[in-house]
């Protein structure tokens, strides 16, 4: 009688098995589906530039790690790669084979870097996308900016310094600090200067010095642009701390001024080499809020998270720049264009999505971010998504970044008809 029923038990037993066999097959073969969107990160991680490019790359990924933990895509992962340049135009070529051999859906790679390839992506019809762009490739098809590049800074900058002047000291002198063969920073003397020839009443003219790239002396430069009223810095990380570092000790007592991609980008550097008191009124173009701005819903979101995930000496080394903040509200952009390219080719196809369908995903972008200017969308034929900029001042007494201006668009970047 025992052995019947035991018989009879594991018949059903094993009937119940095969049941759902079919259904664990099926399980399987729905996890097998998963669409994996690829982010190939081609950048400079240990070079001259890696002090921001690497808080950008971090506030990317938490806010990637956020949204995967509270609001994943249904059957997308987003997975990011990267490929350190070393600030080594050379190792860019090789980057870029090594990212389309991985798989790379999108590419996020810096513009003055971005030219190194250009062909090839043009060629390949891959898209890339990252934080600003270039003169050469701000109309491009296949580059893509959440943001206008530093020469629209610049003219947003000098008529700032045109209106605010007070002419009975005469014309403000103004001298630019640059690298010498690197056309993202050379673009940005080449705009001074031209803006201060168009207005010659408005602007006395002194020149630009060209440090080779990795330079930290700067006596002579220093030296030749003692007379100005206001010093452009077009470099970045620690030769920036240098240079400012040098002015101030041989007296001079202008005022330095820039992009966002040099002195707020890379503010931590310079507050450790320069006295609090002697960067007090250095005034910056920006298309992005400080992290001090209390007023952006998505800075105070990503200040949340980086403190619950990062250790205080972290936490305050993003707080003194806008690296962070801005590789998190990348990461929105993004998300945001994954989701619409999974709903274009569906989710598990989402990695292998053709790149002209992928470049007009990006093209119909639609996205306001509270706090950030105006809508990232396309306009006319810009690949700039967000023209918005505005002037920051540092107060020394507060210890922080204060906006001088509303967001204000460059009229260079403007399109016809629009209001």
């Known amino acids: 009688m025992n052995k019947r ?245 041989r007296g001079w007592e202008g005022t330095f001024i820039g992009a966002g991609e040099t002195m707020p980008s890379f503010w931590g550097l310079v507050k450790g080499a320069v006295p609090l008191a002697q960067l007090d009124g250095c005034v910056a173009a920006c298309y992005f809020p400080h992290p001090d701005d209390p007023g952006v819903p998505a800075i105070l979101e990503a200040k949340e998270y980086m403190e619950g995930h990062h250790t205080s000496k972290e936490v305050e080394t993003y707080l003194t720049a806008t690296g962070y903040c801005t590789g998190w509200a990348m990461g929105i952009l993004l998300v945001d264009i994954v989701k619409r390219a999974a709903d274009s080719v569906g989710a598990e196809n989402v990695g292998e999505i053709g790149g002209r369908v992928l470049r007009d995903v990006i093209r119909e972008t639609n996205l306001t971010i509270e706090g950030l200017g105006e809508t990232f969308k396309s306009r006319g034929d810009w690949s700039i998504l967000n023209r918005s900029i505005h002037l920051l001042r540092f107060s020394a007494a507060q210890d922080r970044w204060i906006p001088l201006t509303d967001w204000l668009v460059p009229p260079s970047l403007a399109v016809a008809g629009e209001d």
């Not at 009937?15 to 073969?29: D, F, K, R």
């Not at 956020?66 to 860019?92: C, F, L, N, Q």
């Not at 080779?212 to 010093?231: D, H, Q, Y």
Request: hydrophobic residues 45%.
């Open 5 to 249: 029923i035991i018989k009879a038990v594991a018949l059903v037993f094993l009937g119940v098995l095969l049941a759902t066999l079919p259904g664990l097959a099926s399980c399987a073969e729905e996890e097998e589906k998963v669409g994996v969107f690829t982010v190939g990160w081609l950048q400079d991680l240990t070079g001259r530039a890696s002090f921001g490019v690497v808080q950008v790359y971090d506030g990317l990924n938490d806010y990637l790690r956020k949204m995967e933990e509270e609001e994943p895509i249904p059957g997308v992962k987003i997975s990011v790669i990267t490929y350190d340049t070393r600030g080594d135009y050379a190792r860019v070529p090789a980057g870029y084979v090594w990212m389309k051999t991985q798989g790379a859906t999108l590419l996020s790679v810096a513009c003055h870097e971005a030219l190194v390839v250009e062909d090839r992506f043009v060629t390949d019809e891959c898209p890339v996308f990252y934080m600003t762009s270039d003169l050469q490739l701000d109309k491009s098809e296949w580059y893509f900016s959440a943001f206008a590049h530093p020469p629209a800074e610049v003219e947003v900058l000098m008529e700032w310094l045109k209106t605010s002047w007070d002419y009975d000291l005469g014309e403000p002198k103004i001298g630019v600090l640059s690298y010498a063969g690197i056309v993202f920073y050379e673009d940005q003397a080449d705009k001074v200067k031209e803006i201060t020839e168009l207005y010659p009443d408005s602007y006395e003219w002194v020149g630009a010095q060209k440090a080779p790239v990795g330079t930290m002396t700067f006596a002579a430069e220093v030296s030749r642009l003692m007379e100005c009223n206001f010093i452009y810095t077009a470099i970045s990380g620690p030769p920036l701390a240098a240079f400012i570092q040098e002015a101030r000790a």
